[in-house]
Each structure stands twice: as structure tokens, then as C-alpha cells.
């Protein structure tokens, strides 16, 4: 077998083609896929094909013709540069080291290996897929203030926080206000929503999100005036589809005092020392009044 690199166009293409599937026009693909022998290259066509490194070069693979296999395009773009494991058509495969060089072997239905990192998060996702698993994170805010614009800014501010990258999963947002006038103060009761809350790394962001914002609502809203007292509630539910249904669930959670408070669900998914919380009176829940010092800081020094 030739083990010198070689110089890939539409000529070496051909010949792979004859020495992997013969003289035939037609052929199917390692993952099961038809290709064409006359769509080389041709990404417009159902059965265009081109050729692939069965080691990833940037793994050292060399293009030469024992590491280089015919393939359909969309196998080539799902395998990728993954090693050794990798899906393509929905199939596992593994590239394995036989004597001198690789190959392509299809796992079939087995275990999946989690030590495998990659098969492990694929297996994961295909697990966690949003339509099939239904933890959510809500976050019950709770806030005094006679400024009707306040709440407007608030609203944008909360959504701009716990919206887009800096949720890894993606997470989906709901606002609902609730207005409950106590004395001549309007409290003011906005349900927060994060769906897809699956592991604990994705409830610890959100609790790290719960005190940026408890440090916000701290260091700048009160001391501003802006608001004369507050209160934040994070726990982690069953998907629950109505929403009118969770603020009335939620709606009545006001703890008064200025922090954040967690549930018991949220303490058990999240490595959080027993120092750092306080069991409250007349809940279940904890008092988690932690802040971001600097950012505190910072806040101070703006006033």
C-alpha cells in the first residue's frame, strides 16, 4: 500500500473512486449515503461527494491513499475533524489504527463509552432535546417603587441580563408583571422563566445571574432611591406550559427583606457552601444574600 502523499483533485478523486467501488457510476457511502460518481465535487446535487480524511490531517493525517475515503458531503461535514468517535447518518462510528493506518468502523447500537467526552455530550443533548425535558429556573422579583418607569427599565434591564450568550443553553425568556399595591407603595412582582435547566452548571449560571442582579438591585436601585425594597426567589420546577398558572403559584412568593433567597432544590444542585446560606423562618427556603463585591464597589462609587 502507498504510503506517499498525494495531490487531491478531480483525476486522484477517480481513482479512489475505481479502487474503493469499482467501475460502477453509482455508489453508497460508508454512513449509507447514494452518491454519484459524475457529482464529484458538486455541492447543487443530492449525491455529490468528495474526498475524506479518514485521520483528520489536523490530527496528523497525511493525504495519502491509505487515510483518504470517497464520501457523500453531508458524512464529510458531519464527521468533520472528530476523533475517534463521531456520528454520521445517525450511525456511530470510530476510526480505529489497523496495523499501519486507519478505518472507518460502524459501532452499531452499543453502550455508549462516557469516557469518550464527545460521545458522552452527544448522547447527552440527544437527551436533553428542549420538546422532550422540561426543568426550568423561575426567578420571582419582587420590588417597591411609585415610578411607573422604573418598572419599564427594570424589565429591559432583566431581560438584557439573562438573555442570549450569556445563558450557554439558549435559555428561553418570560416576563409577567404582577402589580399588588400594599399601603400607598405598589409592589411590584415580576416571574422570570429560563427553560432548559437540565444540568447543575446551567442552574449555577442562573444563580450567578440571580446575584449580579441581586448586587445591582443592592448597590444602585436602592441606594439610588429608585426602589424602596425588594426580594428574589430562584427555584427550579417541571415544565409547567401555563404561565398564568406559575404567577399564581409564584405570585405570592415575597419574602420582604432586601436579598435573595433559593430553594431547597436549587441548594441540592448547586455546590454552594452551608456557610454561605441561612435557613429563612417562615420558609423552606435559603438566604443566599451573596453579591459581586467589585461590581458592588463599582456601583458605589457611581453615586
Known amino acids: 500500500m502507498k504510503s506517499d502523499t498525494m495531490e487531491l483533485n478531480r483525476k486522484t478523486a477517480m481513482e479512489l473512486w475505481k479502487k474503493q467501488f469499482g467501475r460502477t457510476d453509482k455508489a453508497v457511502d460508508y454512513a449509507g449515503r447514494e452518491i454519484l ?66 478505518e472507518v468502523v460502524a459501532l452499531g447500537d452499543v453502550p455508549v463509552d462516557f469516557f469518550d467526552a464527545e460521545a458522552g455530550v452527544e448522547f447527552w443533548d440527544k437527551c436533553c432535546k428542549p420538546e422532550e425535558t422540561f426543568w426550568e429556573g423561575y426567578v420571582t422579583i419582587c420590588f417597591n417603587t411609585l415610578d411607573d418607569d422604573v418598572e419599564g427599565a427594570f424589565a429591559k434591564f432583566v431581560t438584557k441580563l439573562f438573555e442570549g450568550e450569556r445563558i450557554s443553553l439558549g435559555g428561553v425568556l418570560h416576563l409577567s408583571f404582577n402589580v399588588v399595591f400594599l399601603d400607598a407603595s405598589p409592589r411590584r412582582k415580576l416571574l422570570l422563566c429560563v427553560h432548559g435547566l437540565n444540568r447543575k452548571k446551567d442552574i449555577q449560571r442562573v444563580l450567578d445571574l440571580c446575584v449580579l442582579l441581586n448586587t445591582y438591585m443592592n448597590g444602585f436601585l436602592c441606594a439610588q432611591g429608585m426602589i424602596e425594597r425588594y426580594s428574589l426567589y430562584f427555584d427550579i420546577k417541571e415544565y409547567a406550559s401555563e404561565l398564568e398558572a406559575l404567577c399564581a403559584q409564584y405570585g405570592g412568593k415575597d419574602f420582604g427583606d432586601n436579598g435573595l433567597l433559593i430553594s431547597r432544590t436549587v441548594k441540592i444542585n448547586t455546590d454552594l457552601e452551608e456557610e454561605s446560606l441561612r435557613s429563612y423562618e417562615y420558609s423552606d427556603a435559603y438566604r443566599y444574600n451573596c453579591f459581586f463585591t467589585n461590581v458592588k464597589k463599582e456601583l458605589e462609587e457611581i453615586q
Open 37 to 102: 460518481k459524475a457529482a464529484y465535487d458538486d455541492r447543487g446535487s443530492a449525491y455529490g461527494w468528495n474526498v475524506d480524511h479518514i485521520l483528520p490531517k489536523s490530527r496528523g493525517g497525511k493525504t495519502a491513499e491509505h487515510n483518504l475515503i470517497c464520501c457523500h458531503m453531508e458524512t464529510n461535514s458531519e464527521k468533520a475533524d472528530k476523533f475517534p468517535c463521531f456520528t454520521a447518518n445517525d450511525t456511530r462510528f470510530e476510526i480505529r489504527k489497523v496495523q499501519n493506518h486507519y
